[in-house]
């Protein structure tokens, strides 16, 4: 084994999820025990907290506090949404890396996060390689989105997706409540992937789902989806409508920005988003009484009504990532491989090289979806079902969440 | 003791909550278990099942199904919002009433529901006296929005408040993640009493809470609230805001409403509500990035967040309604006391007139909110902390919800 001897960084990157910070503790707890990583340093709000050398020694932490950072929603140590410059254009922030990297003898590189964080690892690996500083640089994947190449799934969706399908199954109770009309509309998150939208359709495997469901993928017909609402409403005198927040029609125009004549007087559609702009037009088509419903921020952060499989994978996304560089691997990027034969899930760590996320998008099989863009098939709601499995068992105070409460105390020395 | 030998009704009425169907399931367990009781019957959409004799046989149900009710949102045998008329302006709706309960030999009638709920129940109960048909009537209360006067509290209100105050909690996590400006704003039912909106100050208990509350119990002043977010956002970079719906002017005009020159441009605030609209004006008078984000019906269904002292109360209160009808009570609401002496919280059921509660909505102190109309003093926390307490314990079929599933046979004849 080529065993390298030095400090780590880890840092987050991206929005927020339930589970990033499970990914986090995987890797600082697994760091914190090897021989070789001699600090665990944490980066303020990603590579951000290199740049401006503002690093926290994660072994001043109570232990006890590391352990609830998996049940903790958002990124504890900040994140960021910095893009650096292409290397061969400008190298101000490389130099920079590379300085704070041997001001603290950093050989371990760790990075949480989407797409654009996987392009940060590889940027920095590529050009730390070309510096011949020897580090090692890994990816640990986390989007809701789940839009992620190169693995089976992303950790932080299957936590969204469950909050997205349990939420939709109440919605459903209440808007059904008196004998008379009703039409729901819920926006969800997944600008160009319905990952998340789709998995509104999990809540019928509880008799209370969407009756429609539109996704990113398929080009959205207003006229068609005020006929589909209309159908259902007028044969049951209810509907219930799951949205992607990225619908768009064929030219590429996304809903909630269009401004058509048919939209008009709704051209303040960016102050209550899509939602409730979709109820307002179903109200005028139909009568009906509406509601608009955006899950908003809650069902990336709602980490009370977490997967215990989301959590645990995340964590072993951390872990691995931290065993596979000690064992000597760079430049790569935790997935999953996963098998759901005859109904039995399995999840099995992989390395894929950085960039087989670049410039891809993994969206939602067009044959997962039926023939009329407004529903899911059966092997969606096989795909995502285990991902949802086991609850979060998230320890209470006073009956609230107990969140982990870091010191984050600044290294300031060698 | 005077024992009544007959059937009964149990009907709700009002918006849904999270536990009404706990008080169903208290007053459908105890009354099947009533050997004076002889039939137990639900009416579909409250008063409105009754008038068209519509109504369920509650014995064919599984005990099983019947158990799962106090994990189930809404009102499991439908709702209405039917305002019945002064029986001496017009007696149809009564002589209805009086020819189904003579038709099935009702003569106990328990009603589930808000203010206008015990109305209902007081008119019918006088109007069957004044006919001389005997039958005992009681009303169990419920309402999200804690507005009922009478009783300590009321059943519904502590799942809301401890789903507003987790909610709240994560999207703080999430509201802090960037090191760059970010002011949210959280819109929280109640139309004209504050308890729901100060609950989101119970987050706070977290460490994460939001920076100011406003409750309808003060006048609304724009340019002071403007001026408040401006001061937190420019000392801390962030700022969380949670409004009561119902906030107003001092003139008495909904803030969700008004159309001055101060909000010209968002005259469209129907479409995404108050907190979009606000979060607009924030974010011209400072610049911040700013996110609304309205709880919706999220806060009224999400059981799955529940309190399980609310729901172990909304038990008591049916099963006490019953029995307190069997022992011989009449025109009664039940209604709770409750002591928090030293910490220890003691809730015992009393009964109340069912006028009680008219005309009156019971609104937060003055003395539990702030001098300064923005924020909320311990007392209220005192009150509500002990109402939230306990984990629902709801089980899951796929780690989703599993509601109960009723079959609701409709009652063909005596």
Redesign the interface.
Known sequence: MNQLKGACIIGQSGG?TAVINASAQGVIQTALAQDCITRVLGA??GI?GVLDDKLYDMSQENPAELDLLQY????AL????YKLADPDVDDTDYKRILEIFQKYDVRYFFYNGGNDSMDTCNKISKYMQKMNYECRVMGVPKTIDNDLNGTDHCPGFASAA?YI???C???W???????TGMV?VIEIMGRHAGWLAGSAA??S????GPDLVYLPEVDFDMDQFLADVKRIYDATGKCMVAVSEGIHYADGTFVSEAKTSATD??G??Q???LA??LA?MIKDKTGAKV????????Q??????G?RTDIDEALLAGKAAVEAAVSGTTDKMVAFKCSRDGGTYVCETSLEPLDIVANIEKKVPREWINAAGNGIEQPFIDYV?PL????PGNP????????A?LKKVLTTSM
């Open positions: 927020p303020a709000h951000k903790t929603p958002s990124s900040g994140s960021c949404r469950k399908a349990t939420s199954a109440e919605v109770q209440d808007a059904h409540v008196y004998d729901t999990l809540a495997l509880t008799g209370c007087g709704f303040h559609a102050l209550g988003g409730a702009m307002e509601r608009g419903i955006e899950l908003s921020l809650l990336r952060c709602g980490s009370h009504v997967s079902l949802i499995q086991g609850e209470k105070e006073n009956s609230l969440p107990r969140f409460r």
